[in-house]
Structures are given as structure tokens and as C-alpha cells.
């Protein structure tokens, strides 16, 4: 007992990455192009470390087609909360395939877990926030476990709560990296339209974001693309992401 006592002792449990080493990237790839930065951080000193996070939603094929260009064998993670529309699922699958990801890990909330915590499967209908710590922050924690840096589709411009978001961040000890911070539609959209990208099948139909299925409703014209999100609650992010209405680390 006491060996291995010793030998836990010598793990090194310490982070991969601290705010300072976030604004350090800020400042350091601060007015490189999204590609670029991608490329040198992927084929250099995160290669292997990092995982891209995707929602599959309706903006995700621009991030997943520049990492695809750079490396088909990131591993890309999709968290089914199990109450996803199957018009995303449809798509990760048709994308995930047409851009050529050779590592596509699909995490699920614990049976477990959802047996004690939402036996009815209702409890985005009374504690939004608790659905997604059981449907999202968990299975999302579990899949990150093995990497020291994430890739993030988030931008600025999607809801008020964004706007100050920075292109790195800490999270949990590992580096968040937000490659389009602050990309607007329009150059969303000529991305889609230059590299011949699907949409997703919703986003036609006036959902703009495009989360749960209990969650997400239809946003009318000149509201924030993420207000179709809990639109009942007092409620803007899942879990994952901490609201960034704060000054950018610089």
C-alpha cells in the first residue's frame, strides 16, 4: 500500500494549461488567420493533444472542414444528450463522412446516472440546468479526459453573452481554443458558399441554433441567433461554455 501511495504521489496532477498560457496564445496568434493558427497548433505542439468538439449544428461544417484540411485524424467529439433532433444526427453522420474524419467519438450521458437523475427523461422541462450537467458537461468531461487542448466552434456575434469572446481560454486546466471568435455570418456564409459546405437540414426552416430538441425553437427575424435556446428559462449556455460578457484577455 504504501508503494502505491508513493507512486500516486509522483503523478503529475498539475495542469496543462493556466490563464496566463491562454493570454500568452492570445497575444501570440494575435491577427493570424484561423487556417493558420489551426495548422501550426495542430501540426506542431498540440499535435496529438487536441480533440475538436462539435455540435453538428448550423454553423459547425466551417471549423470541421479547416481542421479536415489540416488533419483528418483529430479526433472530433459529438456529445448525443440522447434528446437530439435527428435531422443533427443525420448530419454528423453525412458530414463527419463527406469531410473524411477517420476518429469520430460519439459520448452518451451515463445510464446510470440518468436512471437516478431523470428516471422520467423530463427534467429539461424543470431544471434545464441539471439536463445538461447530466446530458452534456458529464459525458463531455469524460471524453476530454485524454487531451490537454479542445477545439471550440463558438463566435462572438451569436448571442450578447459572446461578444467579448477571446480565441483562447482556460478550461478545466486544459486549453480552449475558439478559432472563430470573431467570425460574422457573412463570412460564414461565403465559407459555406467557397468550399461548397451543407447546411444543416433546421437551419432553413428559422433555427439558427440548433441544441436539444426539447430546448430549441425557431428564432424570428433581428433576434440573437442563440434565442431560440431555453427560451423559457433564465438560461444562455448549457455548461460547457461560461457566459464571456467580460473584457477579452489580452
Avoid at 162 to 173: N, S, T, V
Avoid at 226 to 240: L, M, N, P, Q
Wanted: charged share 25%; net charge negative.
Amino acid at each position: 500500500m504504501g508503494n502505491a501511495l508513493r507512486k500516486l504521489d509522483m503523478i503529475d496532477v498539475s495542469p496543462a494549461f493556466t490563464s496566463a498560457d491562454a493570454a500568452a496564445m492570445e497575444a501570440r496568434f494575435a491577427g493570424v488567420s484561423a487556417q493558420e493558427m489551426l495548422r501550426t497548433l495542430l501540426t506542431g505542439e498540440l499535435a496529438g493533444r487536441t480533440a475538436a468538439v462539435s455540435s453538428f449544428g448550423a454553423e459547425s461544417a466551417v471549423l470541421l472542414h479547416m481542421v479536415s484540411e489540416i488533419d483528418r485524424d483529430v479526433p472530433v467529439v459529438f456529445t448525443n444528450t440522447q434528446k437530439m433532433f435527428g435531422e443533427t444526427l443525420a448530419y454528423r453522420d453525412a458530414l463527419a463522412e463527406r469531410l473524411g474524419f477517420t476518429d469520430l467519438r460519439v459520448f452518451r450521458p451515463d445510464p446510470r446516472l440518468l436512471a437516478i437523475k431523470d428516471t422520467a427523461g423530463l427534467r429539461w422541462s424543470y431544471d434545464p440546468d441539471g439536463c445538461c450537467d447530466l446530458r452534456k458537461v458529464e459525458p463531455l468531461r469524460r471524453a476530454l479526459a485524454p487531451f490537454d487542448a479542445w477545439i471550440s466552434g463558438r463566435k462572438g456575434f451569436q448571442s450578447g453573452t459572446r461578444q467579448a469572446l477571446p480565441r483562447f481560454e482556460e478550461d478545466e486546466g486544459r486549453l480552449k481554443i475558439n478559432p472563430l471568435a470573431d467570425w460574422d455570418k457573412a463570412r460564414l456564409d461565403a465559407y459555406f458558399a467557397d468550399h461548397d459546405l451543407p447546411r444543416h437540414p433546421l437551419e432553413a426552416q428559422g433555427y439558427l441554433s440548433i441544441g436539444c430538441a426539447p430546448c430549441t425553437t425557431k428564432v424570428a427575424p433581428g433576434e440573437d441567433p442563440r434565442a431560440g435556446r431555453w427560451r423559457s428559462f433564465d438560461k444562455v449556455e448549457c455548461g460547457i461554455h461560461a457566459p464571456t460578457n467580460y473584457d477579452p484577455i489580452i
